[in-house]
């Protein structure tokens, strides 16, 4: 007794091997059920990553609070001397936040020359007109200093 497979008209010896091939070689005329659940999974976490890069996207572009201010000491030639090591130095620029980058700040390691000049001991000393500020300074202490308005 033969078996023939009505797909591609093989003959075979038994009904098992007819099913085995079947199994193995016909499987795509099989309809498998869509899983809604695994699209739908798939679906919400790339929504999750689109609106996490977005959100941190539009954060890195906000201008800093106090951009305005930095400008306007950077403008009127105030210095701040510093090193990156300093923990007081450090807690001064975080002040500024993402504003820091407009002040006028001098690396007293990369400057050794310039901040022994200067006499510069204490770190952060802020400079203006000749006048040095040593030690952390508040934005107000800055703004009645240099007649800067803190924004």
């Known amino acids: 007794m033969s078996f023939r497979c009505e797909i591609c008209n093989r003959d075979f010896v038994t009904q098992e091997s007819l099913n085995q ?8 005329d099989i309809k498998k ?10 679906i919400m ?3 999750i990553i689109l609106f996490s890069v977005l959100t941190v996207s539009s954060y890195i572009k906000k201008p800093g609070n106090h951009d305005e ?13 510093g090193n990156d ?15 820091q980058k407009y002040l006028n700040y001098v690396r007293c390691t990369d400057n050794e020359e310039l901040c022994n000049e200067k006499d510069i001991k204490t770190t952060p000393t802020w400079e203006y007109k000749g006048e040095f500020y040593p030690q952390v300074q508040t934005f107000e202490r800055l703004a009645a200093v240099t007649g800067c308005e803190i924004n």
């Open 21 to 28: 091939h079947n199994q193995s070689k016909h499987t795509t």
């Open 33 to 42: 059920p869509v899983n809604f659940k695994r699209y739908f999974m798939i």
């Open 69 to 81: 201010f930095a400008n306007c000491l950077t403008e009127k030639g105030v210095i701040v001397y």
């Open 85 to 99: 090591f300093c923990q007081y130095t450090i807690q001064q620029l975080n002040y500024f936040g993402k504003s």
């Open 45 to 47: 976490i790339s929504l």
